[in-house]
Structures are given as structure tokens and as C-alpha cells.
């Protein structure tokens, strides 16, 4: 795949760019994260904390109302050109089950719905879990525990206990994990009025990314930037201009540091032969010089 590649994901899809550069840690030269959906657990957010009330009282009918309802109200703000966009690919027609004997111009609009099945827009925020499997490592395994596990099908319930049934969510938490191990740079972007990005979570996010073995070296190493705009969860999606022109100049960076980095990898292949370039342990022989020496001494001075 031809680099650089800068990831730039919104919401889901920011976390989603997380996950993927722990599959593949050099794919990205860097990730532009905005508004991620990533949380230590399902309760730290408000949205899903809503989502899993509701799912506990009234159900999936209940939440995709909701969900339709907070959408409607999203749209109003969202910029004419997303909008578009958004009913271009975000629905499809259904067929027309019964026939009308007046002219076209006395039709009702054909009906649509969204793109992808019902089912798979509330999947995205739940998982079910009705029988109250439990991640694995949480419980006794004895002959009076109630705790059980289902490796095949539920392997991935994380999080704790009380929080996982009858629906749970593993994605955000299982991303959280991983944040300290990311490889690529990384630029956040969150709306000030954030519901799932409060000043506390910001801190958080920003503090701990990158931070652990194999990460990027975190703030510390100029690695991890933070901006936050006005605006909300929505603001790549209401406030176009003012989002690409906070990730322009990261875009723009981590294009020169890409360079700056395949410069520094060729010229040091380049100076070795064939011979070193297959060995690749020119730098261990005075190393281990060294140590041979220094143990030779130590002998030679024994009485």
C-alpha cells in the first residue's frame, strides 16, 4: 500500500482506526481520532450509559426510537453538503407493494429505509448478552458458582461484571486497553460540548495514549496533540470547515515525518553490503567485545 497513510476516523470509526493499528502498528504514519468512542467503560460516556438503561427497560424498539429521534434532531445543524451526502448513501428504496391507477404527479414519494438492516444499526452500540455469560478469569469455577463463560461465541465480554448483561459493549473498552501500546501519531479532536468527551475524559485519553510498550512515546515525545473545538459529538458533520482546518496542518506534519523517517531508515541500509544487510548484527560484535573483555579481566585479577 503506498505510504503515508493517515488514518482519519469519526466516533466508531476512530476507535475502530485504533484497533486496526494493533493488527498492523506501522501501517499508519499517523491517526487523526475524532471524537473517538473510547472509554475505560460503558458507563463513562453518557450516550451509552442512555443506550444500556434503555436497553434494560423497553428493549432494541426503544433505543432505535431513540436513536431516530437524537438523529432528526442532529440534522438540523449538520452542513447542507453532509446532509446530502448522508441521504444519498445512508438510504435505499423499498419496493412499492401496492398499485396506483393515478398519474405520477399524484404518487406519494417512493418509501425508503436505511442502507444497512435495523438490526445492524443498534448492534453497533449492543451486544446481547441475555444469558449472563461472564469474562473470562472473573469468576470461582466451582461447583456452586453461577458464573459462566462462552469462549466460542462471547469470548470478547470485558469490562465488570454488573455491566455486561443483559447487554454490554466491548469495543470502546477493548480500545482504552490498547491506547498505551499505539504506534502511530496521534491527534484528537473533540467538541467542547461533548457528551462522551468531557474535560476529565480528554486528560485521560490524552495522557495515556501512547505511553506503554511498543506506543509512540505519548505526549512527552511530541507524539500525542490534543485540540478541542466548539461544537459537539456531531462537529466533523456540522462544522466542516473548522474540523479540516485543525487536521490539515496534522496531515501536512505527519507527511514531513514520514519522509524525515524513510530518509533515516534508507541511508542506514544503504551504507551496509549485501553481506551485513543479511546478518544484521554489525552493531553486536563490540558489544560483545566488550563483555568478553571485561570478564577476562575480572578473571585475570582473581587471586
Known amino acids: 500500500m503506498p505510504q503515508s497513510i493517515v488514518g482519519v476516523g469519526h466516533s466508531m470509526g476512530a476507535g475502530q482506526l485504533v484497533l486496526l493499528s494493533m493488527l498492523h502498528p ?54 447542507k453538503r453532509v446532509l446530502d451526502r448522508w441521504i444519498s448513501n445512508g438510504y435505499r428504496e423499498l419496493p ?37 455469560y461472564k469474562p473470562v478469569g472473573t469468576y470461582e469455577v466451582d461447583e456452586t458458582s453461577s458464573g459462566h463463560h462462552d469462549h466460542l461465541l462471547y469470548s470478547d465480554i470485558i469490562g465488570p461484571p454488573h455491566a455486561n448483561s443483559p447487554f454490554y459493549q466491548y ?13 502511530p501519531a496521534v491527534f484528537n479532536l473533540h467538541g467542547e460540548s461533548s457528551p462522551i468527551a468531557t474535560p476529565e475524559m480528554r486528560a485521560n485519553m490524552l495522557n495515556r495514549t501512547g505511553t506503554g510498550v511498543g ?6 515525545e511530541s507524539r500525542v496533540q490534543q485540540m478541542v473545538l466548539k461544537g459537539s459529538h456531531q462537529l466533523p458533520l456540522e462544522q466542516v470547515a473548522e474540523t479540516t482546518s485543525a487536521i490539515g496542518p496534522w496531515v501536512g506534519q505527519s ?10 531508515l534508507v541511508e542506514g541500509w544503504a551504507e551496509q553490503s549485501m553481506r551485513d544487510r543479511l546478518k544484521a548484527m554489525n552493531d553486536w560484535v563490540p558489544v560483545l567485545q566488550g563483555l568478553y573483555k571485561t570478564e577476562s579481566q575480572k578473571r585475570d585479577s582473581r587471586p
Not at 443498534?122 to 449472563?132: A, I
Open 26 to 79: 506501522r501501517l499508519f504514519t499517523s491517526l487523526t481520532l475524532i471524537e473517538p468512542v473510547i472509554s475505560p467503560d460503558i458507563f463513562t460516556g453518557q450516550e451509552a450509559h442512555l443506550d444500556h438503561n434503555v436497553a434494560q427497560a423497553k428493549g432494541y424498539l426503544e433505543i432505535q426510537i431513540r436513536i431516530i429521534q437524537a438523529a432528526r434532531k442532529s440534522y438540523k445543524r449538520w452542513d
Open 96 to 132: 412499492v407493494t401496492t398499485r396506483r391507477d393515478s398519474d405520477d404527479s399524484h404518487q406519494a414519494d417512493q418509501p425508503v429505509t436505511l442502507a444497512s438492516p435495523n438490526y445492524q444499526e443498534v448492534l453497533q452500540y449492543l451486544r446481547s448478552n441475555p444469558l449472563d
Open 171 to 183: 469495543e470502546p473498552i477493548l480500545a482504552w486497553k490498547m491506547l498505551k501500546h499505539i504506534r
Open 215 to 220: 506506543g509512540n512515546g505519548g505526549v512527552r
Open 255 to 264: 507527511a514531513q515525518s514520514w519522509k524525515e523517517d524513510e530518509v533515516r
